[in-house]
């Protein structure tokens, strides 16, 4: 079993920036494909970006082009998203998942997900 812990989620004007940390336990991480989702009340959870398990490749919901930026750290087992000017409609609990080891992005291809980390914005 995988086991993700993510941590550095909280409270930011609008504007800011956090950084999320996912970190992950079990062999092969580095072979996985990892993702960040975020879930806002009343709404589906949604892939907000993912990368490659040699971080080759990256993905990014449309929204956060160009702000959010995922990377990882494979000798430390951990998957980082960076968020800058962070705006109120993105207030949702973020959620770190393990992949495959193909290039498979749908939410079905996650199979092990953290606890989650809130992250509010204020206006």
């Known amino acids: 079993q995988v086991q993700l812990v993510e941590s550095g989620g909280g409270l930011v004007q609008a504007g800011g920036s956090l950084r999320l940390s996912c970190a992950a336990s079990g062999r092969s991480f580095s072979s996985y494909t990892m993702g960040w989702f975020r879930q806002a009340p009343g709404k589906e959870r949604g892939l907000v970006a993912a990368i490659s398990g040699t971080g080759t490749w990256t993905y990014y919901a449309d929204s956060v082009k160009g702000r959010f930026t995922i990377s990882r750290d494979n000798a430390k087992n951990t998957v980082y998203l960076q968020m800058n000017s962070l705006k109120p409609e993105e207030t949702a609990n973020y959620y770190c998942?393990?992949?495959?080891?193909?290039?498979?992005?749908?939410?079905?291809?996650?199979?092990?997900w953290g606890q989650g980390t809130q992250v509010t914005v204020s206006s």
């Open positions: 998942a393990v992949g495959s080891t193909t290039w498979r992005l749908h939410p079905a291809s996650f199979a092990s």
